[in-house]
């Protein structure tokens, strides 16, 4: 199975910061990776797709660039809502897998 | 609007079998490929199982292969989740998710499954 390594495992934020977080996979994925946002008790939300394809309904500053096995995150200035735990996923081969997530706290 | 409401969740004794429901809405349920993810706090996010528009093809995580069986009726709009053989690595909240087709542009709620006698 392909192992989704993500870092930080928390990260201490403010309003406004630039925030960034790391994916690694155990092998090249491609570009074959999707970013999630899960808030506590919620179902993750789709932010975006194939390492760099922002969802529709997803607000600009979120971006994601990478390819093979070294992906990143970026919020460029932290907003209330975006205080969440982020999850990486591979879709490059079965089985899919996450990351083990990064939690985002004020 | 897109809407994927599960139910069937619950308390099952290990060895024990449940059956979940995701009912879709919003979107061509015949067109999509749909998918079971569960959660626990240990073991994070995991896929479970997928299965195509067709029925065929069919994967499963090894950690469930030949206990879980996914399945789909189209002309109710609805996935399922057969369970059987449950044990305590099973517990977990269990999400429906629409596969777009490979990353999962919408989720259901979750419905939260207990192994335990």
């Known amino acids: 199975d392909i192992q989704m390594t993500q870092s930080p495992s928390t990260l201490s934020t403010s309003v406004g910061d630039r925030v960034t977080i790391t994916c690694r996979a155990s092998q090249s994925i491609s570009r074959w990776l999707a970013w999630y946002q899960q808030k506590p008790g919620k179902a993750p939300k789709l932010l975006i797709y194939?390492?760099?394809n922002l969802q529709s309904g997803v607000p600009s500053r979120f971006s994601g660039s990478g390819s093979g096995t070294e992906f990143t995150l970026t919020i460029s200035s932290l907003q209330p809502d975006d205080f969440a735990t982020y999850y990486c996923?591979?879709?490059?081969?079965?089985?899919?897998?996450f990351g083990q997530g990064t939690k985002l706290e004020i | 609007e897109v809407q994927l409401l599960q139910s069937g969740g619950g308390l099952v004794q290990p060895g024990g079998s449940l059956r979940l429901s995701c009912a879709a809405s919003?979107?061509?349920?015949?067109?999509?490929?749909m998918n079971w993810v569960r959660q626990t706090p240990g073991r994070g996010l995991e896929w479970v199982s997928v299965i195509s528009v067709s029925g065929d093809p069919i994967y499963y995580a090894d950690s469930v292969k030949g206990r879980f069986t996914i399945s789909r009726d189209n002309s109710k709009n609805t996935l399922y989740l057969q369970m059987s053989s449950l044990g305590a690595d099973d517990t977990a909240v269990y999400y429906c998710?629409?596969?777009?087709?490979?990353?999962?542009?919408?989720w259901g709620q979750g419905t939260l499954v207990t192994v335990s006698p």
């Open positions: 996923q591979q879709y490059n081969t079965y089985p899919y897998t």
């Open positions: 919003g979107f061509s349920f015949s067109n999509s490929a």
């Open positions: 194939k390492a760099s």
């Open positions: 998710a629409r596969g777009a087709p490979d990353y999962y542009d919408y």
